[in-house]
């Protein structure tokens, strides 16, 4: 399918990172198929512009491995367990986005292969390459790693110029917002500084990874309509996570 952008896109190729969580909607678990089509429709608003857009998304919203494996349950197991529930979420967002006409493909990092393609990086770049969106679904493929840590490695993989990481608030902040109003935003961060201040924006595997390998991470709020396309287009949403702080705070 033909795309008609009407300017070019600052970023060329992006991934996108979201929870699991983040189908959920107003729903106590499991996919809320409201949210599941809003998300699908601001992921088409940024592929709209032409940029090549790569998703991972968690598996929180069916089953946590670490909170599991604290029930006694072998962590390795959970783990798994948790690769599953990611692949779920993938094949969802997947119908949800090519019901919208958007060619999407998902590979996972476990094969199955009735389900999704297996992972090979060339291969998702040539389908990102050929305008296709590209979900990866089952993490790592490896027990003890968690999304996040998936995501910035597939973004480094895919070459992509910058990580987006979806949360439900407009960026980070001093502590949480939602039980202290008065907490700061940051407009910008650097990865060291994410990392002392302990500030849970993603593991301090993933941070380190995109630190080492000078991939910059946008902290965003998902609720907001249109920040995915706006991050795309290059407006300032958000937090960015780089090796640079100045104008930390805003």
């Given at each position: 399918?033909?795309?008609?952008?009407?300017?070019?896109?600052?970023?060329?190729?992006?991934?996108?990172?979201?929870?699991?969580?983040?189908?959920?909607?107003?729903?106590?678990?499991?996919?809320?198929?409201?949210?599941?089509?809003?998300?699908?429709?601001?992921?088409?608003?940024?592929?709209?512009?032409?940029?090549?857009?790569?998703?991972?998304?968690?598996?929180?919203?069916?089953?946590?491995?670490?909170?599991?494996?604290?029930?006694?349950?072998?962590?390795a197991?959970?783990?798994?367990?948790?690769?599953?529930?990611?692949?779920?979420?993938?094949?969802?967002?997947q119908?949800?986005?090519?019901?919208?006409?958007?060619?999407?493909?998902?590979?996972?990092?476990?094969?199955?292969?009735?389900?999704?393609?297996?992972?090979?990086?060339?291969?998702?770049?040539?389908?990102?390459?050929?305008?296709?969106?590209?979900?990866f679904?089952?993490?790592?493929?490896?027990?003890?790693?968690?999304?996040?840590?998936?995501?910035?490695?597939?973004?480094?993989e895919?070459?992509?110029?910058?990580?987006?990481?979806?949360?439900?608030?407009?960026?980070?902040?001093?502590?949480?917002?939602?039980?202290?109003?008065?907490?700061?935003k940051?407009?910008?961060?650097?990865?060291?500084?994410?990392?002392?201040?302990?500030?849970?924006?993603?593991?301090?595997?993933?941070?380190?990874?995109?630190?080492?390998?000078?991939?910059?991470?946008?902290?965003?709020?998902?609720?907001?309509?249109?920040?995915?396309?706006?991050?795309?287009?290059?407006?300032?949403?958000?937090?960015?996570?780089?090796?640079?702080?100045?104008?930390?705070?805003?």
């Amino acid at each position: 399918m033909a795309r008609q952008a009407r300017s070019k896109p600052r970023y060329q190729r992006v991934l996108v990172k979201m929870s699991g969580e983040a189908l959920m909607g107003s729903a106590p678990y499991g996919i809320e198929p409201q949210t599941l089509a809003y998300i699908a429709r601001q992921l088409k608003e940024a592929y709209d512009t032409g940029a090549q857009v790569a998703v991972v998304i968690g598996g929180g919203n069916m089953f946590r491995g670490v909170q599991a494996s604290t029930y006694g349950m072998d962590r390795a197991t959970a783990d798994y367990m948790g690769m599953l529930a990611t692949v779920i979420n993938s094949l969802a967002l997947q119908s949800a986005l090519e019901a919208l006409g958007v060619p999407t493909r998902v590979l996972s990092a476990i094969e199955m292969r009735e389900l999704a393609e297996p992972y090979i990086r060339r291969r998702a770049v040539r389908h990102l390459q050929k305008g296709r969106v590209v979900i990866f679904a089952a993490g790592t493929g490896n027990p003890f790693f968690t999304t996040d840590t998936a995501a910035a490695l597939r973004a480094m993989e895919i070459g992509a110029q910058v990580l987006l990481k979806a949360t439900k608030v407009d960026g980070v902040y001093s502590a949480d917002p939602q039980k202290e109003p008065q907490a700061k935003k940051y407009s910008r961060l650097s990865y060291i500084d994410v990392l002392k201040k302990g500030l849970g924006v993603m593991d301090s595997t993933a941070i380190s990874l995109c630190m080492d390998n000078h991939m910059p991470i946008v902290v965003f709020n998902l609720r907001k309509p249109g920040s995915i396309k706006a991050l795309v287009m290059g407006r300032r949403v958000g937090t960015t996570i780089a090796a640079d702080a100045k104008g930390a705070k805003k």
